[in-house]
């Protein structure tokens, strides 16, 4: 079989690659360069701690132990370790924590000298704070990750073309050719669309609908920051979250840093405004020991691949079955999932767990509106 995949970013990487597993001859067009979208600016925070309807949950539940599966030096599995001070935090925190018992994920309450044996830069919360630990949890360097996925599908004999945007998918009887904007045509027998945030333009190069939420006008559900810090001389082994900042190891001594209380101030046509970097970094010393004089050493704005109902898009968009599209937040922890997935689906094997998220749902009737982003308690 011949298939082109569009899109190069950690999703289409890892679908490349199951598709090589499985002895398909594929060509991946990238428009820029492998990673350049949402891949390079994502927390790379694997879980499903808080993710909802059920059959979200149990696709990202999958995805979690999909990555302990696919062992590397790009995975972390060393857990999430949340702090909740407030009394709303800790009542959210302890309704979560029974719901995700029942639905038999991995999570622990654990006492104060537990979660400073755990991280010991941790900076005491007041009395009465509770601490839940999320063992299953990890992070990723997503660019690693990249790497691994890219690495095996050329290895399975893919074709990477990058500089190659695409303006045209033509479905027959016989098959797909994809145009890029060069003139060069791609031929296959099924193309799959994974497009990131640009899922929508290439859809419609098909003449499909597949409806994102476009960063530019969708605030926080769309947009983050994301700051990184200099390196620092503090111990911090894992994700940490709090109410008014979220962190974990960047290499090198470095923080990954994210406050979702200033999301809704992101505006990805413009740079960080110092004020909200300043603001962050202001947050750090009251979290994590060790960390005074810390700088900024890079601060973007993330822009999430958010389908417009906020749910994971996978499936044929076309009735000849000839255009698969893939569109979906939590890319990073998806993907390993996705690889065996969507691959077994272009092979004509179902899955179950991809069973809900088909994109016919925007065609045969109107999608509900998309939720905001997980938050903490008093967070807007």
Same mark, same amino acid.
């Not at 991946?28 to 694997?46: D, I, N, Q, R, Y």
């Not at 959210?92 to 719901?99: E, G, I, K, N, S």
């Not at 999430?304 to 906020?310: E, L, V």
């Given at each position: 079989?011949?298939? =082109?995949?569009?899109?190069? *970013?950690?999703?289409?990487?890892?679908?490349? !690659? *199951?598709?090589?597993?499985?002895?398909?001859?594929?060509?991946?067009?990238?428009?820029?360069?492998?990673?350049?979208?949402?891949?390079?600016?994502?927390?790379?925070? =694997?879980? !499903?701690?808080?993710?909802?309807?059920?059959?979200?949950?149990?696709?990202?539940?999958? @995805?979690?132990?999909?990555?302990?599966?696919?062992?590397?030096?790009?995975?972390?599995?060393?857990?999430?370790?949340?702090?909740?001070?407030?009394?709303?935090?800790?009542?959210?925190?302890?309704?979560?924590?029974?719901?995700?018992?029942?639905?038999?994920?991995?999570?622990?309450?654990?006492?104060?000298?537990?979660?400073?044996?755990?991280?010991? /830069?941790?900076?005491?919360?007041?009395?009465?704070?509770?601490?839940?630990?999320?063992?299953?949890?990890?992070?990723?360097?997503?660019?690693?990750?990249?790497?691994?996925?890219?690495?095996?599908?050329?290895?399975? *004999?893919?074709?990477?073309?990058?500089?190659?945007?695409?303006?045209?998918?033509?479905?027959?009887?016989?098959?797909?050719?994809?145009?890029?904007?060069?003139?060069?045509?791609? !031929?296959?027998?099924?193309?799959?669309?994974? @497009?990131?945030?640009?899922?929508?333009?290439?859809?419609?190069?098909?003449?499909?609908?597949?409806?994102?939420?476009?960063?530019?006008?969708?605030?926080?559900?769309?947009?983050?920051?994301?700051?990184?810090?200099?390196?620092?001389?503090?111990?911090?082994?894992?994700?940490?979250?709090?109410? +008014?900042?979220?962190?974990?190891?960047?290499?090198?001594?470095?923080?990954?840093?994210?406050?979702?209380?200033? /999301?809704?101030?992101?505006?990805?046509?413009?740079?960080?405004?110092?004020?909200?970097?300043?603001?962050?970094?202001?947050?750090?010393?009251?979290?994590?020991?060790?960390?005074?004089?810390?700088? =900024?050493?890079?601060?973007?704005?993330?822009?999430?691949?958010? &389908?417009? /109902?906020?749910?994971?898009?996978?499936?044929?968009?076309?009735?000849?079955?000839?255009?698969?599209? =893939? +569109?979906?937040?939590?890319?990073?922890?998806?993907?390993?999932?996705?690889? +065996?997935?969507?691959?077994?689906?272009?092979?004509?094997?179902?899955?179950?767990?991809?069973?809900?998220?088909?994109?016919?749902?925007?065609? /045969?009737? &109107?999608?509900?509106?998309?939720?905001?982003? !997980?938050?903490?308690?008093?967070?807007?």
């Amino acid at each position: 079989m011949r298939v =082109v995949v569009i899109g190069a *970013g950690v999703v289409g990487a890892a679908v490349a !690659a *199951g598709l090589t597993r499985r002895g398909a001859r594929v060509t991946v067009l990238e428009a820029g360069v492998p990673g350049a979208g949402t891949t390079a600016t994502s927390v790379a925070w =694997v879980n !499903a701690n808080n993710k909802t309807p059920k059959a979200y949950f149990d696709l990202n539940h999958a @995805a979690v132990w999909a990555h302990h599966q696919l062992p590397g030096d790009w995975f972390f599995p060393t857990g999430n370790l949340e702090c909740a001070v407030t009394g709303e935090h800790r009542e959210l925190l302890d309704a979560r924590v029974t719901r995700l018992l029942g639905l038999g994920y991995p999570v622990e309450r654990v006492t104060a000298r537990r979660a400073l044996a755990l991280e010991p /830069d941790l900076v005491p919360p007041p009395t009465g704070t509770e601490y839940v630990f999320f063992p299953g949890e990890g992070y990723v360097q997503p660019l690693r990750l990249l790497g691994r996925l890219l690495g095996e599908a050329r290895d399975g *004999g893919a074709g990477l073309e990058c500089g190659a945007e695409v303006v045209a998918i033509e479905s027959s009887a016989s098959g797909v050719r994809v145009t890029v904007a060069d003139g060069r045509a791609f !031929a296959g027998d099924v193309v799959v669309t994974c @497009a990131g945030r640009w899922t929508q333009h290439v859809a419609a190069t098909a003449g499909l609908t597949v409806p994102m939420l476009d960063p530019a006008v969708s605030g926080a559900v769309t947009n983050g920051f994301l700051v990184t810090t200099s390196p620092v001389p503090a111990r911090l082994s894992r994700v940490l979250t709090t109410a +008014a900042l979220n962190l974990r190891p960047d290499g090198g001594g470095r923080l990954l840093l994210q406050s979702l209380p200033l /999301d809704g101030l992101a505006d990805p046509a413009t740079p960080v405004p110092e004020e909200v970097r300043a603001e962050i970094m202001a947050l750090l010393p009251g979290v994590l020991r060790a960390t005074d004089g810390a700088v =900024v050493e890079r601060a973007v704005v993330g822009q999430r691949a958010m &389908p417009g /109902d906020g749910l994971t898009v996978a499936g044929f968009a076309d009735a000849e079955r000839r255009v698969y599209t =893939v +569109a979906t937040h939590s890319g990073v922890t998806l993907a390993p999932l996705l690889m +065996a997935e969507v691959a077994g689906e272009v092979f004509g094997a179902e899955s179950e767990l991809l069973a809900p998220f088909r994109p016919s749902r925007f065609t /045969d009737g &109107p999608a509900g509106p998309a939720p905001a982003p !997980a938050r903490r308690p008093g967070q807007q």
